[in-house]
């Protein structure tokens, strides 16, 4: 598989969303009577994609309206809803600075330390008002965090970083046993973010019970060029989806892999599933709908790093509902709104009855696949000309 690319030295070649597409196959179905649902630990969702665990996109109300439709949203415990009593001027104050003075002053923000009575009062908050409560935060914290929200009534705890192992080695700190924490934590532990096929295996073993699969994609992550590291979301979720099989067969334990960023529009999040996806996770699509708290603008979650800041704010605009963007009617024409119309049709076309059918259509190599016949719209900077 591997190509020379000088002396002595080979490197795999890897895919993006934008390089391939999927075939249909010798039957369709019905897009009304394909299953679309998501099970995590037991628990059934009807939607099968998860608002990313930023800033700009969830907060209290944003989650409480994604239960409502069927989904998970995760709120970030290492962001402004823990370190301000009352974030609403903090997030305006962000989207209304310049760009240039932007990651400055988000550095500035999140140096307010962490208040831990406001990790309980989030939870609280969106269990008060009938939501899932699914909250994030960085490895460090995750011990002393998980047992205030579980406290609190949390019903899933995500651990997140830009790159996460079983193996973390460090003198300067003691580090987190994932073993040990995913044993002894009484909610689902999701873990995140791996993309190769050894490391999904190794975090399987953990006994989390879903990984996030991604390092870089994000609309807003800037990892890529940062540190130079990363693989494309295809290639990544496919090596993903062959650990999971792989672990299944060994241990009759299947674990959902979720896709984390680099999906844009309802075609991405198709080829996402048909890559091996159990689900998916965006931010940018979420971050356009009218309930987001960053008002049309979205930031990294690495971007407050103060010596290495590995996100940036991007401005992706406001054009319509939460609901809107799950499940239309689409009032834009560019894919990124009714994301769920867009996945039931797409399977009823490929002829996929539920989501683990999806695993099996056919994917060809298609790098014209955007381009192809699209000259006006190009041009005109409409559709999937944008």
Known sequence: MAEWIGIGRR??????????????????????????????????FKVPILAAAMDGVVDVKFAVEMSKLGGIAVLNLDGVQTRYENPQNVLAEISQATPQKATQ???SLYTRPIKENLVSK???????????????????????????????GADMFVIQSTVTTTRHISKEYKTLDLYKFCKSTKIPVILGN??????????????CAALLIGVGPGAACTTRGVLG???PQVTATVDAAGA??????RTGRYIPIITDGGMNRGGDICKAFACGADSVMIGSSFARANEAPGGGYH?????????????????????????EILFGPARVDDGSQNLMGALKTSMGSLGASNLKEMHDVEIIIAPSIQTEGKIFQVGQRVGMGK
């Open 229 to 231: 590291i990363g693989v």
């Open 244 to 249: 999971r099989d792989f672990y299944y067969k």
């Open 122 to 152: 989030r939870v609280s908050e969106i269990k008060k008002k009938k939501g899932t409560a699914v909250v994030s935060c960085i490895p460090a914290n995750a011990e002393k965090f998980s047992k205030l929200a579980i406290a609190a």
């Open 11 to 44: 490197a795999r070649r890897c895919y993006g969303f934008d390089e391939i597409a999927l075939v249909p196959g010798a039957q369709t179905v019905n897009p009304n009577e394909v299953d679309i649902s998501l099970e995590i630990d037991g628990k059934k």
């Open 194 to 207: 791996c993309v190769t096929y050894e490391t999904t295996i190794e975090l399987m073993e953990t006994g």
């Open 299 to 323: 930031w990294g979650m690495a971007t407050s790093h103060m010596n290495l800041p590995r996100g940036t704010r991007i401005q992706v605009g406001t054009t319509g509902s939460l609901k």
């Open 105 to 107: 002053l988000i550095q």
